[in-house]
């Protein structure tokens, strides 16, 4: 410290010593009586030494002046963030002059400043970008934050928020009422709310309590998470899980009651007895067609049955689904046309795209008129596999086409149901697609028939993460 301290005030002699000597030669002068000359040029040489004894006390303060004057700026800069001792044009003799203890302090403030700053904007990142929204309301509930993802889920705008107590920016009353519990009982609140919109949307809501700092304030941080994807796969699943047991019911109701009346005495009467058998053959096939689906739908869901994808000729993929399909268009004397060059080969799993023509082919066939006629196609367009069913079918309603691939659902529950459909089909058409990244469509006029299109990207592209809920009968 003492050394500093040498430093910034170094003892300088010469104005010292011209001072005593201009006061010696005063002193001389006047000792000595008539010598004119002598006390003339003691006058002299003292007016000359007090010249530069100025002059010296004047670059002096010139020179500390200038030098306090750059190390203020560079106080300045540091507290900008900028290590000043780095840029062009630092002379570090300025600092320097002013010991090694003040210079290397320049370097570490300048470097801790820097890394305060960085943590500032690395932290402002990772809450703008957060999926969950974030909001931060202190003790007089004014909103102190309000991050990007907060303002697209509440659909506000943070200059409109920030700054603004929670009752003059208009949020849903129950984000005010979780804060003020929150604030007030210090503990975690939890809480939900649903915003309007088509699909409705349902945030959850969770109040934590801090204490700002310096401001001896009890303050909230409400974290806003997005749960309608969440509410609507629970929703799906309840409603697959209740569906899945009334279409098991039915065959089985059906078959027990048929097998009631026959043991009631129709078994004596043999029109009655062929009827009733019949009944029971054609509902254990509807059974077996509904556990068959949803093996499959639970095979591909829990990926027991992977994707596996090969170069694949097409022809032989449509010859091999149509096999099942051509028995039934012929009791209805429907024409099955197909169009596809004997060279065409895809990038898929060939078994799943027998699935997938399989299906598509026989619900063309069930929802066909007598007499009608049922066309698949297959070829390349912009190096996408291209597959295309169309029928002369009954059609289906534009209203109904967005809620064809979900499970179970179906326009003509009591025609599906007689034509063996389980209402799955679709919905397992649909999975297999987006398991190969690829994409199906339907255009359909009600009365005119329907066309389903399956494209397949070329090469290896990510699959997309299927739906819950895909749909098979229309």
């Not at 002059?55 to 000043?84: C, I, L, T, Y």
């Not at 009954?394 to 599906?416: L, M, N, T």
Request: aromatic letters at 4%; hydrophobic letters at 40%.
């Amino acid at each position: 410290m003492r050394s500093s301290l040498g430093k910034l005030f170094p003892p300088n002699a010469a104005p010292t010593a011209a001072v005593a000597l201009i006061a010696a030669l005063v002193l001389v002068g006047s000792a000595v009586p008539g010598r004119g000359r002598i006390a003339e040029a003691t006058w002299i040489v003292s007016g000359v030494l007090l010249v530069l004894v100025a002059a010296a006390h004047f670059n002096f303060a010139r020179s500390w002046s200038r030098r306090f004057s750059q190390v203020v700026k560079a106080m300045k800069r540091v507290a900008e963030g900028a290590d000043p001792t780095r840029e062009a044009g630092w002379d570090a003799r300025t600092v320097d002059s002013l010991g090694p203890d003040v210079s290397r302090a320049f370097g570490e403030l300048a470097e801790t400043v820097a890394s305060l700053r960085e943590d500032k904007r690395r932290a402002e990142l990772v809450l703008a970008n957060m999926a969950d929204g974030i909001m931060a309301v202190d003790g007089d509930r004014v909103v102190t934050l309000f991050n990007r993802a907060a303002a697209a889920l509440l659909d506000q705008k943070a200059s409109s928020v920030l700054g603004k107590r929670l009752e003059e920016v208009g949020l849903h009353p129950e984000i005010a009422r979780v804060t003020d519990e929150c604030i007030s009982s210090q503990k975690d609140v939890v809480s939900e709310i649903q915003l309007g919109g088509r699909p409705p949307r349902i945030i959850s809501l969770r109040a934590t309590p801090f204490r700002a700092a310096g401001f001896g304030m009890n303050c909230a941080i409400i974290i806003l998470h997005d749960l309608t994807e969440v509410r609507h796969h629970e929703r799906v699943q309840k409603e697959f899980v209740s569906n899945v047991g009334h279409e098991l019911r039915t065959p089985l109701t059906a078959i027990r009651t048929t097998a009631e009346a026959l043991l009631s005495g129709a078994k004596n009467d043999q029109a009655m007895l062929d009827r009733f058998l019949n009944t029971i053959i054609s509902e254990t096939d509807r059974l077996s067609t509904l556990i068959d689906d949803l093996t499959e739908i639970v095979r591909g869901s829990s990926g027991i049955t992977p994707t596996e994808r090969s170069e694949c000729n097409v022809s032989e993929i449509v010859t091999q689904a149509l096999e099942v399909v051509r028995p039934q268009a012929e009791k209805k004397n429907i024409t099955i046309t197909v169009d596809v060059p004997q060279d065409l080969t895809g990038y898929c799993d060939g078994m799943q795209m027998v699935h997938v023509v399989r299906n598509l082919a026989d619900n063309a066939v069930k929802y066909t008129p007598e007499g009608g006629s049922v066309t698949v196609w297959a070829g390349r367009h912009d190096a996408e596999l291209v597959i295309r069913v169309s029928d002369t079918g009954i059609g289906i309603p534009h209203g109904e086409i967005p809620r064809i691939f979900e499970r179970f659902y179906r326009v003509d529950k009591a025609r599906s149901r007689r034509l063996g459909g389980t209402g799955l089909g679709l919905s397992i058409v649909k999975e297999i697609v987006d398991a190969h990244g690829g994409e199906i469509s339907v255009e359909s006029s009600l009365g005119a028939g329907s066309t389903f299109t399956v494209k397949l990207p070329a090469g290896n592209r990510q699959p997309v993460e299927s739906r819950d809920g895909a749909e098979d009968e229309r």
